[in-house]
């Protein structure tokens, strides 16, 4: 069984950054493709990053480009999301999925298979 745990949310000032880090266990890091996931109330899961096993290839979601820098330390079997420049439409649980089969970014949820409980993140003056 794979867990992954979430942490570095917190209440951020517009314009502020945040670091978020999960951490895995259970099987072998390396063997995921690792994603980033967000829900603000009301709404729907939303994709944010993905990036690939060795962290070579990411994929983000456009309203999160030159913000936010998703990356991996398999060695740690940590992904971490590192967010400036936030805003206030950035506020929302994020998420940590890993998926196990296939190697594309995939940017839909029901393609990963192990989830984290999730962070708060939010962004307000």
């Known amino acids: 069984q794979v867990q992954l745990v979430e942490s570095g949310g917190g209440l951020v000032q517009p314009g502020g950054s945040l670091r978020l880090s999960c951490v895995t266990s259970?099987?072998?890091?390396?063997?995921?493709?690792m994603g980033w996931f967000r829900q603000a109330p009301g709404k729907e899961r939303e994709f944010v990053v993905a990036i690939d096993r060795r962290g070579a290839r990411t994929y983000y979601v456009d309203s999160v480009k030159g913000r936010f820098t998703v990356s991996r330390v398999n060695a740690k079997n940590t992904v971490y999301l590192q967010m400036n420049s936030l805003k206030p439409e950035d506020t929302a649980v994020y998420y940590c999925?890993?998926?196990?089969?296939?190697?594309?970014?995939?940017?839909?949820?029901?393609?990963?298979?192990?989830w984290g409980q999730g962070t708060q993140v939010t962004v307000s003056s």
């Open positions: 999925a890993a998926r196990g089969n296939g190697y594309n970014l995939a940017t839909i949820p029901s393609f990963y298979d192990y």
């Open positions: 259970g099987r072998t890091f390396d063997n995921y493709v």
